[in-house]
């Protein structure tokens, strides 16, 4: 038999065994946990702390108009850094930096001094300079490529665009309002780290390049919005203005093909323009619209039947006293007919629709043209303008709104409500992003046209299409918006502007507008122009609606819009000679201009920039398709071929080298 010695010694090592086992099962389960279960984690915590990640500025997709020509681009450039652990003579290296990167000495030396491995001397440097620093072989001193945003055409459509900081989040336009679609990959330079945590020198740095976003393609045509920013700057320069907007719209889709403000700037060195500058003012500012509201008026009062076309309203000769105040027109009128009161733009007329419409009417009617609520326009900072609600209207007010005063709108609402008497009385969403696509050309996201409401009726669209036709045809307020060959409906407005420190309306201080739609029977365009504080005239038809005339002219014949009238026979000059001397003719030969009846010859082009081929097409009323930028290269027909009604029109640009 066993003794009891020998049997706790079998007891034990039976224990111990256990324990042993048990031991083998936990450490066994625990490497399994970290080995296999946490393997990812624990490969991220030692690449944190053997390496050190340094972000490169990420990619970001193009932006193009709506013909394909980019507006916004990302280029490759060089960013500068240093490697201060192998830079052997950081005074010296500092002292020959300090010319080229305009810091003080001891900056820059700070920069190069210290056991660490990596710092940033200038991102996105120029190419010149990049050489230069390159010319100065300095070891320790290294490039690494990142992108930089850059915008090919300059001023045209800034404050559509916007522009971006340097990491580069978008900061104003489309490039902020689109920011996560555009916005790419962040790429990134890692350098290792020794055991004790140092810096080791960037020798086999591994670069991952940033990956582009997706790219954005605008309603925006490039040559339209030339032409809106063209005419805009000469009307604000010419009135000694303080500012100006201009809007082209398609009023059946609600498609934006220019929208232009003034003073404008370069996105490319937005830091150097004043605030400003950069602001949007088609979007970020309202206004009162003074008389285009009129339009609006009279068209809710058709809409309710509480008037008809040829209804007669007297005019008290130009002085109505109501609610306490006395309401005067710019001359003396005794009765007129609805389309004479909108023609002549009688305030007079337009406060006693207004009475007859009645305040609750007129303001579900502005509501409807969208007054008083956003556009929904895809563009950051649009403002609401100013519709007081129908229960604080007191005394003179529903005169007063009935002719545009006491009631602020933005550029936006305007050209969409006056789209809506165009395209037979649909209020569009206007839009200006067509499509989302990614690098391989695949469409993310289409846009298309929204119908927001019925306003109005086709009937009073018509109606009031040729009422406002009267506007701009002889004794009309807006006869300088005559366009020669189309029928133009259009609007004039003036509005006093409210003192900021008085809080009263100015004695001085007005904005001027003129707003319509061409050609007026079928409309392809609806044109805005605002005046901010023109000096030279107070007065929307003087100061606004050449500029209207102007954009919607050469903007027709950009698009091939044939003309829907004839066109008006010019007068001879007196001054002018009967018959052209041989050495006139010759010269009328060289611009280009056949006197004979065949029509046209063809230019010749080459080597001319954009705005000098747009110059030229504008003053010899030629029909030019425009492709690239840069200087012309090439077109057709071939210089001194006569240009047929049928032929297919073009000059092709290309960067100057």
């Not at 001054?575 to 065949?598: C, H, L, M, Y």
Request: hydrophobic share 40%; glycine share 10%; aromatic share 8%.
């Amino acid at each position: 038999m066993m003794d009891a010695k020998e049997k706790w010694s079998r007891i034990r090592i039976r224990i111990i065994g256990s324990l042993f086992a048990v031991f083998f099962v936990l450490t066994s389960a625990r490497a399994f946990y970290l080995q296999i279960i946490k393997r990812d984690d624990w490969i991220k915590l030692a690449g944190r702390q053997h390496q050190k990640v340094i972000p490169l500025t990420p990619a970001r997709g193009t932006i193009y108009d709506g013909t394909g020509t980019p507006l916004a681009v990302s280029i490759e450039v060089d960013s500068c850094f240093a490697e201060p652990s192998v830079i052997e003579d950081p005074k010296a290296a500092a002292a020959a930096l300090t010319p080229l990167l305009g810091m003080p000495t001891d900056v820059i030396e700070k920069k190069l001094s210290g056991k660490k491995s990596f710092a940033w001397l200038r991102r996105q440097v120029n190419p010149d300079l990049a050489r230069k620093i390159r010319e100065l072989d300095i070891n320790g001193i290294g490039f690494v490529k990142e992108t930089r945003r850059f915008y090919p055409n300059s001023e045209v459509a800034a404050h559509v665009i916007g522009f971006t900081g340097l990491d580069p989040e978008g900061l104003e336009g489309i490039e902020l309002k689109y920011n996560a679609q555009i916005l790419g990959n962040t790429g990134y330079m890692v350098t290792e780290r020794d055991a004790l945590g140092r810096d080791i020198a960037l020798m086999g740095t591994v670069i991952k390049k940033a990956s582009k976003g997706y790219n954005i393609t605008l309603t925006l045509d490039k040559n339209v919005q030339y032409i809106a920013d063209k005419e805009l700057a000469k009307a604000v320069t010419a009135s000694r203005a303080v500012g100006g907007i201009a809007l082209v719209m398609e009023p059946a889709t609600g498609r934006i093909l220019a929208l232009s403000s003034y003073p404008t700037f370069n996105p490319n060195a937005f830091r150097r323009y004043p605030h400003d500058n950069l602001r949007n003012r088609a979007v970020a500012d309202s206004f009162e619209p003074g008389s285009t509201m009129k339009a609006f008026l009279i068209a809710s009062a058709l809409e309710e039947k509480v008037i008809g076309p040829n209804d007669t309203f007297h005019c008290e000769g130009g002085s109505y006293a109501i609610g306490g105040r006395v309401i005067h027109d710019t001359h003396k009128y005794g009765t007129l007919r609805v389309p004479e009161i909108l023609k002549y733009s009688s305030n007079i007329g337009a406060a006693k629709i207004g009475s007859r419409l009645g305040p609750e009417r007129l303001f579900e009617n502005l509501k409807k043209f969208g007054f008083g609520e956003k556009s929904g326009i895809d563009l950051p900072g649009e403002v609401v303008g100013y519709l007081r609600d129908r229960s604080r209207w007191y005394g003179i007010d529903l005169a007063t709104i009935s002719f545009g005063q006491g009631i602020s709108v933005s550029s936006v609402q305007l050209i969409a409500a006056i789209s809506a008497v165009a395209n037979g009385g649909l209020l569009m969403k206007p839009y200006i992003v067509e499509k989302i696509s990614d690098d391989s050309g695949t469409t993310v996201r289409q846009f298309s046209p929204q119908i927001r409401r019925r306003v109005i009726s086709s009937g009073t669209s018509r109606i009031m299409a040729k009422m406002m036709e009267g506007i701009t045809t002889e004794g009309g307020t807006g006869l300088n918006a005559a366009v020669d060959g189309y029928r133009v409906a259009g609007k004039t407005g003036t509005a006093q502007k409210v003192d900021p420190l008085t809080k009263c309306y100015s004695a001085s201080k007005r904005t001027a507008s003129f707003i319509g739609f061409v050609p007026a029977e079928q409309p392809r365009l609806a044109i805005l122009v605002v005046i901010d504080e023109p000096k030279t005239s107070s007065y929307g038809g003087v100061v606004a609606a050449p500029a209207f005339r102007e954009i919607a002219l050469q903007s027709l014949c950009y698009l091939k819009v044939p003309p829907t009238v004839p066109f008006k026979a010019k007068k001879p000059d007196p001054e002018e000679p009967r018959e052209k001397t041989p050495e006139q003719n010759a010269s009328v030969a060289e611009a280009g201009i056949d006197e004979g009846t065949a029509g046209a010859l063809m230019p010749n082009f080459h080597g001319m920039s954009i705005r000098q081929v747009m110059r030229y097409m504008e003053k010899n009323s030629l029909n030019v398709k425009i492709l690239g930028s840069g200087r012309a290269v090439e077109q057709n027909p071939r210089p001194g071929l006569r240009i047929g009604p049928a032929d297919q029109v073009w000059v092709k640009f290309v960067p100057s080298a």
